[in-house]
């Protein structure tokens, strides 16, 4: 496989048959954000660049002007078995942003790909198609992550991420942070010192993130399948409230600029958004093993009841609240209803888990931002597992920077009953700084919440190894995030058997 370094060789000039060219418009690298590919089928994949010779400057360093940008995907690395190639235009209006969707190959295959722009050559990606819809698999291995603010560590884990072998990484939410700079002595980088709220802001924010080199490698190295949540929009935000209870205009402007600058930076098959409505979820397979769906709980929800993290109160049972909305959640029910996969999943972006937050065994206290804000949708939803019988259903969330495993019932309050799904909660890349492996607070969740099987605050992402017998987690850790080059360990595998919805450690 691609590893670190191959994955961003050094840019290269390109002429004709690949003789020496001049470096034409461009004095800088144009790739300097580098390459992505994502959502894979089973015979086509999407392609993403972005041209940037001067990132952080407001236009990136490229002007008005459209500019053609040649790509080629290949069988070798060397690019002297050239697969598909083709040329297309990457204009101002979209940030002089890329995305090929790239048909006709074949599935469960390895494929390298590039970009030229003014002669010069892009770092190479590697790519992976998705089995063929009916195959039998013996594996599909997922990577899951989430949650990288960037000023609170070093992006180490994508850097030992890149080294896995993955067929798809899925990445919960959380791409960005909006905020401001905020100059702490614990911060180990900056933010620029705006909060981002205009299309130009958010662009230089995603410029920001996607010059690190470590999630560079990540993306060279493994298709990824991407949702947003609400920091790359604003924090707790709702259909059109702004998570401080603002509504209006205003807001509306502002997320149809947050979310059309995260579509220019992402490699995903949805078009472009309409004004403020990006319309993202979508189901990707891989063959007769895992149907992954990806699920928006942020555009179609209703405002979040109660206060933060609360007592709760009526509002979060109350019988018209919505988190997926009614057409999401009605599209969610017909890819599970009859699925021949082995593993359903469903990729969100919050615990859907009861989580009691007070540390006090006396009190309960939960944050309404969570499915525990949407009790009557959540409880509708995973009843629907069981009286639907949906095959091994399996939950993928974000959002809560710890390491998470539980247990899903309908009815958390009746712990006798049996689970009807097992939930995957990936803690962040680097959001909240230095984690940590044990402390009171960990406990007190561990003890509160007894559907829970583990949970652990170190920053890091999981490794799911997934057969037609057993799905398998691996909860891989750095132990720092504000020191480069952290080692990458494995602080504990979690096992589901195949038709028993139960956590086992392994």
Same mark, same amino acid.
């Given at each position: 496989?691609?590893?670190?370094?191959?994955?961003?060789?050094?840019?290269?000039?390109?002429?004709?048959?690949?003789?020496?060219?001049?470096?034409?418009?461009?004095?800088?690298?144009?790739?300097?954000?580098?390459?992505?590919?994502?959502?894979?089928?089973?015979?086509?994949?999407?392609?993403?660049?972005?041209?940037?010779?001067?990132?952080?400057?407001?236009?990136?360093?490229?002007?008005?002007?459209?500019?053609?940008?040649?790509?080629?995907?290949?069988h070798d690395e060397g690019f002297t078995r050239?697969?598909?190639?083709?040329?297309?235009?990457?204009?101002?209006?979209?940030?002089?942003?890329?995305?090929?969707?790239?048909?006709?190959?074949?599935?469960?295959? =390895?494929?390298?790909? /590039?970009?030229? &722009?003014?002669?010069? @050559?892009?770092?190479?990606?590697?790519?992976?198609? #998705? *089995? +063929?819809p009916g195959a039998a698999l013996q594996a599909?291995?997922?990577?899951?992550?989430?949650?990288?603010?960037?000023?609170?560590?070093?992006?180490?884990?994508?850097?030992?991420?890149?080294?896995?072998?993955?067929?798809?990484?899925?990445?919960?939410?959380?791409?960005?942070?909006?905020?401001?700079?905020?100059?702490?002595?614990?911060?180990?980088?900056?933010?620029?010192?705006?909060?981002?709220?205009?299309?130009?802001?958010?662009?230089?924010?995603?410029?920001?993130?996607?010059?690190?080199?470590?999630?560079?490698?990540?993306?060279?190295?493994?298709?990824?399948?991407?949702?947003?949540?609400?920091?790359?929009?604003?924090?707790?935000?709702?259909?059109?409230?702004?998570?401080?209870?603002?509504?209006?205009? =205003?807001?509306?402007? /502002?997320?149809? &600029?947050?979310?059309? @600058?995260?579509?220019?930076?992402?490699?995903?098959? #949805? *078009? +472009?958004?309409?004004?403020?409505?990006?319309?993202?979820?979508?189901?990707?397979?891989?063959?007769?093993?895992?149907?992954?769906?990806l699920c928006d709980t942020r555009q179609y929800?209703?405002?979040?009841?109660?206060?933060?993290?609360?007592?709760?109160?009526?509002?979060?049972?109350?019988?018209?609240?919505?988190?997926?909305?009614?057409?999401?959640?009605?599209?969610?029910?017909?890819?599970?209803?009859?699925?021949?996969?082995?593993?359903?999943?469903?990729?969100?972006?919050?615990?859907?888990?009861?989580?009691?937050?007070?540390?006090?065994?006396?009190?309960?206290?939960?944050?309404?931002?969570?499915?525990?804000?949407?009790?009557?949708?959540?409880?509708?939803?995973?009843?629907?597992?069981?009286?639907?019988?949906?095959?091994?259903?399996?939950?993928?969330?974000?959002?809560?920077?710890?390491?998470?495993?539980?247990?899903?019932?309908?009815?958390?309050?009746?712990?006798?009953?049996?689970?009807?799904?097992?939930?995957?909660?990936?803690?962040?890349?680097?959001?909240?700084?230095?984690?940590?492996?044990?402390?009171?607070?960990?406990?007190?969740?561990?003890?509160?919440?007894?559907?829970?099987?583990?949970?652990?605050?170190?920053?890091?992402?999981?490794?799911?190894?997934?057969?037609?017998?057993?799905?398998?987690?691996?909860?891989?850790?750095?132990?720092?995030?504000?020191?480069?080059?952290?080692?990458?360990?494995?602080?504990?595998?979690?096992?589901?058997?195949?038709?028993?919805?139960?956590?086992?450690?392994?």
């Amino acid at each position: 496989m691609l590893r670190g370094g191959l994955a961003l060789a050094a840019a290269g000039a390109l002429g004709p048959l690949g003789c020496a060219a001049p470096r034409g418009r461009f004095s800088d690298d144009p790739f300097a954000l580098g390459v992505a590919s994502g959502d894979p089928l089973h015979d086509r994949v999407v392609l993403w660049t972005r041209l940037a010779p001067r990132p952080l400057d407001d236009d990136g360093g490229m002007g008005p002007e459209a500019v053609p940008v040649r790509w080629q995907v290949a069988h070798d690395e060397g690019f002297t078995r050239i697969l598909r190639e083709g040329e297309t235009q990457a204009m101002a209006t979209q940030a002089h942003s890329v995305h090929v969707d790239v048909l006709g190959l074949a599935p469960q295959r =390895a494929y390298f790909y /590039r970009f030229i &722009a003014g002669g010069i @050559a892009s770092p190479v990606g590697r790519t992976r198609t #998705a *089995p +063929a819809p009916g195959a039998a698999l013996q594996a599909v291995r997922i990577g899951q992550v989430g949650c990288q603010h960037y000023e609170d560590g070093f992006y180490t884990a994508y850097r030992h991420l890149a080294d896995e072998d993955l067929d798809v990484v899925v990445h919960t939410g959380d791409y960005i942070y909006e905020g401001a700079g905020r100059n702490r002595p614990e911060h180990v980088r900056l933010h620029s010192p705006h909060v981002c709220v205009t299309l130009a802001q958010y662009r230089l924010r995603y410029a920001l993130y996607k010059s690190d080199p470590d999630l560079k490698l990540a993306h060279a190295a493994h298709p990824f399948a991407v949702v947003f949540d609400d920091h790359e929009v604003a924090n707790d935000w709702a259909d059109d409230r702004d998570g401080m209870g603002n509504d209006g205009a =205003a807001f509306r402007t /502002r997320r149809a &600029a947050a979310l059309k @600058a995260w579509w220019e930076h992402m490699p995903l098959r #949805a *078009p +472009a958004p309409v004004a403020e409505n990006m319309p993202s979820y979508r189901t990707l397979g891989f063959g007769r093993l895992v149907r992954l769906n990806l699920c928006d709980t942020r555009q179609y929800r209703t405002d979040q009841p109660c206060g933060k993290v609360v007592p709760l109160c009526d509002g979060a049972m109350s019988p018209h609240a919505r988190m997926l909305g009614t057409a999401q959640e009605h599209w969610l029910r017909g890819q599970l209803t009859g699925s021949p996969a082995r593993w359903n999943v469903i990729g969100q972006q919050v615990l859907m888990a009861e989580l009691d937050r007070d540390r006090d065994p006396e009190a309960r206290r939960f944050d309404t931002d969570k499915w525990d804000g949407y009790q009557v949708p959540r409880q509708r939803l995973l009843t629907f597992l069981a009286e639907a019988r949906v095959r091994n259903p399996v939950v993928l969330s974000g959002d809560f920077h710890r390491h998470i495993v539980a247990e899903l019932r309908p009815d958390f309050s009746r712990p006798e009953t049996p689970p009807v799904a097992v939930e995957f909660l990936n803690t962040s890349i680097s959001s909240n700084g230095d984690g940590r492996e044990r402390s009171k607070r960990l406990s007190a969740l561990l003890r509160d919440n007894p559907h829970l099987r583990f949970a652990s605050a170190l920053r890091g992402y999981v490794r799911h190894d997934i057969t037609d017998a057993v799905w398998r987690a691996d909860m891989r850790v750095v132990d720092r995030v504000t020191v480069r080059a952290a080692p990458i360990r494995t602080q504990a595998s979690f096992a589901v058997e195949a038709g028993r919805p139960l956590v086992a450690r392994a």
